[in-house]
């Protein structure tokens, strides 16, 4: 497979990277990025690009892959909804709609968050947004699309939050992930696990679109056997 990586130096992106340079029927990654990552590997390319709302000008660069994993995400403390529509909503489909015309046959596979609202209705902003993007998404005509709702974080092999408030939380947290994760192996996500779920989704498919925190694991496992 030829995978495409959107969001790479993020704590997700990282994780999924990792899988990816390790599977063996990964013959190609390619990461797009505004500016280099300093990361090395045989199967790794990186595609510089400086604006994620429109890709006529490296379109060429997009052609001719199986899967796509995008990471992309932010926060919404701080914005407003049309703020945080744009960032997330608007920046994805951007990606999305330019990849899906130029790979039919693409599967896209997209991290969300856990409680995001697809009935667009509720009351917590970022969950509306964030539902009516993977609502939108599971519309367009990939091969396949899925969404991974990952809740509770533990980063393994050296990833690490781009947010400054994401990391001090995990560096707060990191002396009870190893336990929450023993007590609740269902609810807690390693970066690991969520990269394997990503593959495994790509690779053999799924039987739900929607995958909450129990159902990556499950993926997970099932990329492992």
């Given at each position: 497979m030829?995978v495409l990586?959107?969001?790479?130096?993020g704590?997700?992106?990282?994780?999924v990277?990792?899988e990816?340079?390790?599977?063996?029927?990964?013959?190609?990654?390619?990461?797009?990025?505004?500016t280099?990552?300093?990361?090395?590997?045989?199967?790794l390319s990186?595609?510089?690009?400086?604006?994620?709302?429109d890709?006529?000008a490296?379109?060429?660069n997009?052609t001719g892959?199986?899967?796509?994993?995008?990471?992309?995400?932010t926060?919404?403390a701080g914005?407003?909804e049309?703020?945080?529509?744009?960032?997330t909503?608007?920046?994805?489909?951007?990606?999305?709609?330019t990849?899906?015309?130029?790979?039919?046959?693409?599967t896209f596979?997209y991290?969300?968050?856990?409680g995001?609202d697809s009935?667009e209705?509720g009351?917590?902003?970022?969950?509306?947004?964030?539902g009516?993007?993977?609502?939108?998404?599971?519309?367009?005509?990939?091969?396949?699309?899925?969404v991974?709702r990952?809740?509770?974080?533990q980063?393994?092999?050296?990833?690490?939050s781009?947010?400054?408030s994401?990391r001090?939380?995990?560096a707060l947290?990191?002396?009870?992930l190893p336990?929450?994760?023993a007590?609740?192996?269902?609810?807690?996500?390693?970066?690991?696990?969520?990269?394997?779920?990503?593959?495994e989704?790509a690779?053999?498919?799924w039987?739900?679109?929607v995958?909450?925190?129990?159902?990556i694991?499950?993926?997970?496992?099932s990329?492992?056997?």
């Amino acid at each position: 497979m030829k995978v495409l990586i959107f969001g790479a130096t993020g704590m997700v992106g990282q994780g999924v990277l990792r899988e990816s340079l390790l599977a063996p029927d990964i013959s190609a990654v390619v990461t797009v990025v505004r500016t280099p990552s300093g990361a090395h590997h045989a199967k790794l390319s990186e595609l510089r690009h400086e604006d994620f709302f429109d890709y006529t000008a490296v379109e060429a660069n997009l052609t001719g892959f199986d899967a796509c994993f995008f990471c992309i995400g932010t926060t919404a403390a701080g914005k407003t909804e049309a703020e945080y529509t744009r960032m997330t909503y608007d920046l994805t489909l951007a990606a999305a709609t330019t990849l899906v015309r130029l790979n039919p046959r693409m599967t896209f596979v997209y991290v969300s968050g856990a409680g995001a609202d697809s009935s667009e209705k509720g009351s917590v902003m970022w969950a509306r947004v964030r539902g009516r993007l993977e609502n939108a998404l599971l519309r367009l005509p990939f091969k396949a699309v899925y969404v991974l709702r990952p809740g509770i974080m533990q980063p393994l092999h050296g990833a690490r939050s781009k947010t400054d408030s994401y990391r001090v939380l995990y560096a707060l947290m990191t002396p009870v992930l190893p336990l929450l994760r023993a007590m609740f192996p269902k609810s807690v996500v390693t970066t690991e696990s969520l990269g394997q779920a990503m593959l495994e989704v790509a690779r053999n498919g799924w039987s739900k679109n929607v995958l909450p925190a129990a159902e990556i694991a499950t993926a997970a496992a099932s990329h492992r056997k």
